[in-house]
């Protein structure tokens, strides 16, 4: 059973520019989640998937970001006009719960995609 | 609101040494979730442990070993005889019942460096 997977692994880009980032989740796993991780913090949630369903998305994901799961597999999380401020490490999750298994559901994380905004 | 605490910024011990992370949540939940993750240089989050709010008993897997105190509000994490390769960044984190246990909130990490 292969982990979750990201591509790339890292990013560099210019201010200003769009970026997008895939994740693949570990197989059949229902629930796919995207964190922010920057230098010193720990991650923080940005949104996540119930298969294809975005079903929240947190404060931290302004209109700049969008985030898609087409088909309810793997997902893409897009940043348009990028700022140095988005300088991070996006990490993606996937985990096997439903609603009514959530309680006892257990996230497992990729490798991440650091992006270096210039 | 969730918060998650954890005092230690970075640890120097040396190897064989036992050393204890330190980690104090917040939440207005009566059901939850504790995590333990371990994240070491390759930048990979991997899960150590979960624990559910109604569940104080201690548990102990090979040299780790997790203490949770519902009264203190604390899940502070053992490791016995500490190997260099224990050198990584861990992080606590809290899931609660009013998000549906999907969010987790994790603490700013503990560095932990082993030295041999």
């Known amino acids: 059973d292969t982990g979750v997977s990201q591509d790339p692994r890292h990013k560099i880009t210019k201010r200003g520019q769009n970026v997008t980032f895939r994740c693949d989740p570990i197989?059949?796993?229902?629930?796919l989640y995207w964190y922010r991780q920057t230098l010193g913090q720990g991650p923080e949630f940005l949104t996540y998937?119930?298969?294809?369903?975005?079903?929240?998305k947190s404060r931290l994901l302004s209109d700049r970001f969008s985030a898609e799961r087409p088909k309810g597999s793997f997902s893409t999380l897009e940043i348009q006009r990028t700022e140095q401020g988005d300088s991070a490490m996006y990490l993606c999750?996937?985990?096997?719960?439903?609603?009514?298994?959530?309680?006892?559901?257990?996230?497992?994380f990729g490798p991440g995609t650091r992006l270096t905004v210039l | 609101a969730q918060k998650v605490t954890q005092a230690q910024t970075e640890i120097s011990v040396v190897e064989k040494e036992d050393v204890t992370l330190d980690c104090v949540y917040e939440?207005?939940?009566?059901?939850?979730?504790l995590f333990w993750y371990k994240q070491p240089p390759s930048g990979e989050l991997v899960f150590l442990i979960r624990?559910?709010?109604?569940?104080?008993q201690n548990e102990i897997s090979g040299r780790y070993s997790w203490n949770f105190q519902k009264s203190t509000s604390s899940f502070n994490f053992t490791i016995t005889a500490s190997q260099v390769v224990d050198s990584a960044v861990y992080f606590c984190?809290?899931?609660?019942?009013?998000?549906?246990?999907?969010?987790?909130?994790f603490g700013k990490g503990t560095m932990l460096l082993v030295s041999p």
């Open positions: 999750a996937s985990s096997s719960g439903t609603v009514t298994t959530a309680s006892t559901d257990t996230q497992y």
């Open positions: 197989s059949e796993h229902n629930r």
């Open positions: 998937f119930q298969n294809e369903a975005q079903l929240e």
């Open positions: 939440t207005r939940d009566t059901t939850y979730y």
């Open positions: 624990r559910n709010s109604f569940d104080e």
């Open positions: 984190a809290l899931s609660g019942r009013n998000s549906g246990y999907s969010t987790l909130t």
